[in-house]
């Protein structure tokens, strides 16, 4: 086996097996290792377990329209993940969601993740819909990758990796949830997780098949709440910044030790 390969834990549905042939045959194609953890079908949930982690009082506080089935179960999926890393007190693991596709060798990925020397928590290696946001600040690491701070964290979880004490304190924050995973991720002033972005990513949404996280849900419709989504926002705009700055700086003086 190769240095620097760390634990690779792909996410998937036991009724997905479309999903993981496609996976298994885009990590074969560059001999990389990986362990499925079976999915959590938030449409086969009783409303005990639906509501063991998330919150209806604090949806209705935090967020703007109620969960889905399948968010909750793609929610507690994610946290499955994170116990996992806890459970084996592994380093660090990486996470994909098994809707992907390899654009880059990993190894660089897995080498330059090696060579950090200093304690990171979460580091995006793909975005949703492979979207572009805003960069506030960002490091060459070497001659393949920047580690990159966005304006405001990427959205979506196809792929990153997190760290043992990442994985502790996101366990710690979401023992209670009322938003989306990536959602909450993004939510850096509460959950005390920096989100570093290492680019070029070399891992893309593919995109290519139905979303389990709707098959996963009911039929009837959400309702949202537009109002109540533009005050959310004008709130955590300031928080957001406020938080992304002091992450910056932090990020400045790991790097310059």
């Given at each position: 086996m190769?240095d620097?390969?760390p634990?690779i834990?792909?996410i998937?549905l036991?009724?997905?097996?479309?999903?993981?042939?496609?996976?298994t045959?885009?990590?074969?194609?560059?001999?990389?290792?990986?362990?499925?953890?079976?999915?959590?079908y938030?449409?086969?949930?009783?409303?005990e377990e639906?509501?063991?982690?998330?919150?209806?009082?604090?949806?209705?506080?935090?967020?703007?329209r109620?969960?889905?089935?399948g968010?909750?179960?793609?929610?507690?999926?994610?946290r499955?993940a994170?116990?996992?890393?806890?459970?084996r007190?592994?380093?660090y693991?990486?996470?994909i969601?098994?809707?992907?596709?390899?654009?880059?060798?990993?190894?660089d990925?897995f080498?330059?993740?090696?060579?950090?020397?200093?304690?990171?928590q979460?580091i995006k290696?793909?975005?949703?819909?492979?979207?572009?946001?805003?960069?506030?600040?960002?490091?060459?690491?070497?001659?393949?990758?920047?580690?990159?701070?966005?304006?405001?964290?990427?959205?979506?979880?196809?792929?990153?990796?997190?760290?043992?004490?990442g994985?502790?304190q996101?366990?710690?924050?979401t023992?209670?949830?009322?938003?989306?995973v990536?959602?909450?991720?993004q939510?850096i002033?509460?959950?005390?997780?920096?989100?570093?972005?290492?680019?070029?990513?070399?891992?893309?949404?593919?995109g290519?098949?139905?979303?389990?996280?709707?098959?996963?849900?009911?039929?009837?419709?959400?309702?949202k709440?537009?109002?109540?989504?533009?005050?959310?926002?004008?709130?955590?705009?300031r928080?957001?910044?406020?938080a992304?700055?002091?992450?910056?700086?932090?990020?400045?003086?790991?790097?310059?030790?």
């Amino acid at each position: 086996m190769r240095d620097n390969v760390p634990a690779i834990f792909l996410i998937n549905l036991d009724q997905s097996t479309q999903r993981l042939k496609a996976c298994t045959d885009r990590l074969n194609s560059q001999n990389i290792p990986f362990e499925r953890l079976s999915g959590v079908y938030g449409k086969s949930l009783t409303q005990e377990e639906l509501a063991r982690h998330y919150s209806h009082t604090l949806n209705l506080k935090k967020y703007h329209r109620a969960l889905s089935q399948g968010e909750i179960g793609c929610y507690l999926s994610h946290r499955k993940a994170w116990q996992t890393i806890v459970d084996r007190q592994l380093d660090y693991a990486i996470i994909i969601e098994d809707d992907f596709k390899i654009v880059g060798p990993l190894q660089d990925v897995f080498d330059s993740i090696a060579d950090l020397n200093f304690d990171w928590q979460l580091i995006k290696l793909a975005a949703y819909e492979n979207r572009e946001k805003p960069i506030s600040y960002k490091s060459k690491l070497n001659s393949h990758f920047d580690l990159v701070i966005h304006k405001k964290a990427m959205t979506g979880c196809c792929a990153q990796a997190i760290s043992l004490e990442g994985a502790k304190q996101l366990l710690k924050a979401t023992d209670k949830f009322a938003r989306p995973v990536d959602t909450d991720i993004q939510h850096i002033w509460e959950t005390n997780v920096p989100v570093y972005s290492m680019m070029p990513y070399y891992i893309e949404q593919a995109g290519e098949f139905e979303s389990d996280i709707a098959k996963a849900s009911s039929g009837a419709p959400v309702k949202k709440h537009f109002w109540k989504r533009k005050w959310h926002q004008f709130q955590e705009k300031r928080l957001n910044h406020t938080a992304t700055c002091k992450a910056i700086e932090a990020l400045k003086v790991k790097l310059n030790n």
